[in-house]
């Protein structure tokens, strides 16, 4: 069964701290997408990865394809990286199809 | 500038009245998309689109349709709107990429209230 896990589901740091959010999949993919979606409610792509890991700014994405997991870190995190992080994938048993996690909520505090 | 446009971005309707939301992009994208995202589910894949006249089901197409004649535009009709399809809907576009469907950008979404 095609399936995708985020952890946590929720989660409050204090400004400055270093953040990790989770992802899992069930089985094998073509690749995954890291979005984020604001208060408002707008969503933005952060990232794309199929292998290996990507930096942007404050932001990385890294995934182990062997064991079917992937994690978003965020570096001296800041209040405005308060948002939903949305885990995304393309599964290679059914095309082109997407499947999302239910999503980290964050909050940073000054 | 570059952007994926929905219409409208607010509705209330009642059951059974037909309705359309529209959708389109400037990015000479492949891929198009709508989802729908409910609390306690996410964001659930309704209908896809590789290019013109290609289109596939995603999680949830019952009750929907759509069609893809031109290669901007990918609307989403409800023929006959239930209180069940209630959600907030975003409609995305992405180039074609040696993986699949690229970076997505996403509409600005549109919330339907079905009475």
């Known amino acids: 069964k095609n399936e995708v896990e985020q952890s946590p589901q929720n989660l409050t740091a204090q400004e400055g701290e270093f953040i990790t959010i989770n992802c899992s999949y069930s089985v094998g993919i073509s690749a995954l997408h890291w979005l984020q979606q604001h208060p408002g409610g707008g969503i933005v792509s952060l990232f794309m990865?199929?292998?290996g890991k990507k930096k942007h700014g404050r932001l990385i994405a890294t995934i182990n394809i062997q064991e079917k997991h992937s994690s978003l870190h965020i570096t001296a995190s800041h209040p405005r990286d308060s948002a939903v992080y949305i885990c995304a994938v393309t599964f290679t048993n059914t095309g082109n199809q997407f499947y999302f996690g239910t999503g980290t909520s964050l909050t940073v505090i000054p | 500038e570059a952007q994926v446009t929905q219409n409208p971005r607010y509705l209330i309707t009642v059951t059974g009245k037909k309705l359309t939301v529209t959708c389109s992009q400037n990015m000479n994208h492949e891929y198009m998309s709508w989802y729908r995202q409910d609390p306690g589910l996410g964001l659930r894949q309704i209908y896809y689109?590789?290019?013109?006249?290609?289109?596939d089901k995603g999680d949830v197409p019952e009750g929907y349709k759509v069609s893809r004649k031109e290669k901007r535009n990918f609307p989403l009709i409800l023929e006959s709107p239930s209180p069940n399809q209630t959600s907030l809907y975003f409609c995305?576009?992405?180039?074609?990429?040696?993986?699949?469907?690229?970076?997505?950008?996403f509409g600005p979404g549109t919330r339907l209230l079905v009475l």
């Open positions: 689109s590789m290019n013109v006249e290609v289109t």
């Open positions: 995305a576009s992405s180039p074609w990429t040696s993986v699949g469907s690229g970076t997505q950008y």
């Open positions: 990865l199929s292998s």
